[in-house]
């Protein structure tokens, strides 16, 4: 028996509330904070004393270490973004099939 596509959303919306709920570690739920570029980097004339571009520099350095910090915790958002997407399409083709045992296990 096939399911009408009108009663399709509400059972995938819980169904993918199920996935969300039950299988995100908090790690991956973490929202990654994209670091602030320091003005002296893109605009050397703002370090105009020794000591401006040696902070200018210690700026920068902080800068790229925060940068490589969020390009981790992008790779890591869109590798569980890739699980979810995975999961929720299991949960549409068991639906599809008629099953009515779909769940966060069916996307696995």
């Known amino acids: 028996m096939q399911f009408q596509r009108a009663s399709l959303a509400p059972m995938l919306a ?24 320091p003005l002296c980097s893109t605009d050397m004339v703002t370090a105009t004393s020794d000591a401006d571009q040696m902070r200018c520099v210690e700026d920068a350095r902080r800068f790229h270490e925060t940068l490589v910090e969020y390009r981790e915790c992008l790779k890591g958002s869109v590798a569980e973004a890739d699980k979810l997407v995975d ?18 296990e069916a996307g696995r």
């Open 87 to 104: 999961q929720a399409a299991g949960i549409v083709a068991c639906m599809d099939e008629g099953r009515k045992d779909c769940g966060a």
């Open 14 to 37: 819980v169904a993918l509330g199920l996935v969300t709920a039950s299988g995100t570690p908090v790690a991956a739920q973490e929202l990654c904070s994209r670091p602030v570029q």
